[in-house]
């Protein structure tokens, strides 16, 4: 088959999860000797069209505006131009039956336009890898108004998003469930969990170790990396920190970038912590080096969301073998998986006390060995890239 993969961010470039996974299922679907085009936005680019390979997977980057880390009226804008953009640079490559199918990946939700557009052409299908139940989690962070004419017109565009899949994959059964009320049951909807390949970081090609320059030798890290924004609530964590000042052994280590990396920065001046430290964003092949070297994987999702999420972070935690330590919002189905596992410790936000006592008990090396190797388990159970292509072939062949 001839695949389309529609993501609004990739690799070499991106240091964000779901461009590694979207590249994972590429290698995958090649793998199996499917040829897989990716069609992403590139950026300061002299052509409207840039193509390239990547470890076998063919790249088609049209030119685009930033759409990462800018203001919030700029990214809205150059995003609601993302189909446009993109069918204008490519339609001359696509011919009829060009393509056998379609994946797109949302965020963004707005690639509907391009793929309803190539369905017609190629007289094909398309799967929704539906990550992100976005603008609901802006509403319930009260970034956004419900009701207001913003929060409307994403609405406009989320459903346009979900009307151009033929079959939507959600991460979760809660996930699914809610979604499924909240839309009627109009949609085809299946679980299509997240994935990832299982390929722990070889130690004999590192040319230096974290911990030394970060000068962490014999310390017990606690690290978290990825998106540090408001669906996380990273002030719940910096929080943790704070608490576990009273045990000179650990250390918290923050790697990423967003909204809240000023407030996490200003929290610990305040507080004047003195085992935290917090680093920008590093390419995937660092991110894989220094997960190899931490202890536990930390994750915070806000108190008050309405979806499921599961954070795509805690792959690489568990490709590493670390124990998963974290907080959740209500109902969040993550927590029973990771506690039916015993691959670490989940709590609900706010359930401090719980997080704090938990973060304690990891201070013991016998423990963390233990969380950690079931934590492989789940990972080799539930979240392989292997079951999640099969899935997804089989959804656009019926």
Known sequence: MRLALLIDDYLPDSTRVGAKMFHELACELVKYGHHVVVITPGFNQKTSLEMSVLDGVTVWKFQSGPIKDIGKVKRAINETLLSIRGWNAIKAEVTPDYFDGIVYYSPSIFFSHLVTKLKKVCNCKSYLVLRDLFPQWAVDE?????GSLIER??????????????????MSQNNLTLFNSRTDNIYQTSILR?????APFDS????FSYREKLNLNNKVIYFYGGNIGHAQDMANLIRLARDMQVYP??????????????LINQLAKDWQLDNFTYLPSIT?????????????GLFSLARNHTAHNFPGKLLGYMVESLPILGSVNPGNDLQDIVNEYDSGNVFVNGESG???????????????VSKGSNSTRLLHSLFTVEGVACSILMELNN
């Open 204 to 207: 004999n090609v590192a040319s």
């Open 194 to 198: 997240n994935w990832t390949s299982f």
């Open 284 to 296: 995937q092949l660092e991110f894989k080096h220094l997960l190899s070297e931490v202890d536990v």
């Open 153 to 170: 017109y994403f609405r406009y565009f989320e459903k346009l998003n979900y009307k151009a899949a033929n079959n939507i994959g959600l």
């Open 354 to 368: 719980y997080l704090f006592k938990a973060a304690v008990r990891y201070l013991d090396n016998e423990y963390r």
């Open 142 to 146: 009260g970034l956004m108004k419900q």
């Open 249 to 262: 052994q650990a250390h918290f280590l923050f790697v990423g970038q967003g909204d809240e990396v000023e």
